[in-house]
């Protein structure tokens, strides 16, 4: 089994390839329609933790791709998440002025371009990994996952789910199974492109989704942790929003302590199934930790 690279972190360095990647894709502002192009740009660049490429990089190297060969899948999966914003912020889902410490996209613009910016940056993401420098079926694999995580069986699945059960009670089980939908279903589309382009083998793909699952439900227990005890201006967004619009959240259900303690066995569940992988899963159990502990 392969070691973990020694020496610096790669993670900064992958970061700007996903965000060069991100720019070039774009259209320029110059360019007809103007007011379009600049929406995109909003909403894509300047800003983000850049999870979810992150996860691809670091799947994909951890079973040997280069990076050259995962920008595509990096950017695409980001270009989608900056889409799921773009939307989300809307008045008609979450109504949010603050995304990334700038104005929301329909502020910033109006919703009708906000609209056709999700739309568009949605659409570019699958022409990415249309022409991502790989083997023709590991690309249809690609398209077909993301796809998937996107749909009803994912992000569009589980805004329904959040919009259904907002101002009612629901059971933790069936909050989980919002988020699996809603967040987690994006974060474990980047591990399997990751993983897909690096034609990581069955056993490890499992392992992978382990892990993945229990990333995706600890991201979304922080998110609602972040809420209650988060500062707008670090967030980056309107802290507070979930508990005064009735969201159904963890510590809504849960109460604070028993969310963190939530997160303490979501780690203990990412460590396990990362153990099976060895050494070469050290940046995935980093991105791991960053998850739970970071601030924003």
């Not at 992000?155 to 939908?181: F, N, P, S, Y």
Request: net charge negative; charged share 25%; with cysteine.
């Amino acid at each position: 089994m392969p070691e973990a690279a020694a020496g610096p972190s790669p993670l900064p360095a992958w970061r700007a390839r996903v965000d060069a990647a991100i720019e070039a894709a774009l259209p320029p502002a110059t360019r007809e329609p103007r007011r379009l192009h600049a929406a995109m740009r909003h909403a894509a660049l300047d800003g983000g933790k850049r999870m979810r490429p992150l996860l691809v990089y670091a799947t994909g190297t951890a079973f040997g791709a280069d990076a050259a060969s995962l920008d595509a899948a990096a950017a695409a999966v980001e270009l989608v998440h900056a889409y799921s914003l773009v939307h989300d912020d809307l008045p008609a889902m979450d109504d949010d002025e603050l995304r990334r410490g700038k104005p929301t996209v329909h502020v910033a613009f109006d919703e009708a371009t906000a609209i056709l910016a999700g739309d568009a940056l949605q659409s570019l993401a699958f022409e990415l990994l249309a022409g991502a420098p790989l083997p023709a079926d590991a690309r249809v694999a690609m398209l077909g996952e993301l796809a998937r995580a996107a749909g009803v069986h994912g992000m569009c699945g589980g805004q329904a789910l959040d919009i259904d059960a907002t101002g009612r009670g629901i059971a933790v089980d069936a909050l989980e199974r919002l988020h699996a939908l809603k967040t987690g279903a994006l974060l474990r589309a980047s591990v399997r492109l990751g993983a897909i382009a690096a034609g990581a083998d069955d056993d490890s793909r499992a392992q992978l989704d382990r892990y993945a699952d229990a990333l995706g439900l600890a991201f979304q227990v922080r998110d609602d942790l972040l809420d209650v005890e988060g500062d707008s201006e670090v967030l980056g967004k309107t802290a507070g929003k979930d508990q005064a619009n009735d969201k159904a959240t963890f510590p809504a259900l849960l109460g604070v302590d028993a969310s963190r303690a939530r997160l303490r066995a979501l780690r203990a569940r990412m460590h396990a199934a990362l153990d099976a992988l060895g050494p070469r899963a050290g940046l995935l159990r980093e991105l791991g930790r960053q998850a739970i502990e970071r601030d924003r």
